[in-house]
């Protein structure tokens, strides 16, 4: 009995967990009809409430804000829009910092998040996964010659983490993917990665 009842488990709690999970952001991103006016909104014109409208109109700006920008004139106004939020404090500084940290995960040129490492941490001796996001900067950069910038993420909560700095040479860099690397730290090393090369394991010379 107990068997049937863990394999019952096993069967509906990835169902359960993931309908919650899509569920939540098509309710979140609904909360974007909220925008339009009320006699355009969906559910005054129906009569009642369409689930799912509200990621449509969400994908729709989200692909229209990026056509805009893509051009001369889209370019020049996102440019005032910066420098508009540039002059306003506390705003600044959340806004500048955010903006640094969103240009270097989704940029098509960065390197952040790009690589999984194995590297040594919290002690010699002991591995863990890890991610490169660059190089060190600022005045660290002039202390730390030929070192990388590495996330390591928590388990199973891979959001939160530490930020190191270590030696390139302690760094291997790893024949894995960003997207296996993190199925493999929320599993808590129970899903291990599949199609791996044997010894394809080397150390980072260069990003």
Partial sequence: MKRYFVTGLLIWIPIVITVWVLAWI????????????????????????VPGLGVLLSLLVVLSTGVV??????????????????????????????????????????????????????????WTIAFLTGQPGGDAATHLVDHVSVYVPTTPNPTSGFFLMLPRSEIIELDMSVDEALKYIVSMGVVAPTGRKPGAAAELRNN
């Fill in 26 to 49: 098509v309710s979140t991103l609904d909360q974007t009809l909220l925008l339009l006016p009320t006699r355009l909104q969906p559910e005054h014109a129906f009569g009642f409430k």
């Fill in 69 to 126: 920008a893509a051009n001369y004139i889209g370019q020049r106004l996102v440019h005032y829009w910066d420098s508009l939020l540039a002059r306003i404090p506390v705003v600044k500084s959340i806004y500048n910092s955010v903006k640094q940290v969103s240009d270097t995960l989704f940029s098509t040129n960065g390197q952040a998040f790009r690589k999984a490492l194995l590297v040594q941490y919290p002690r010699q001796g002991v």
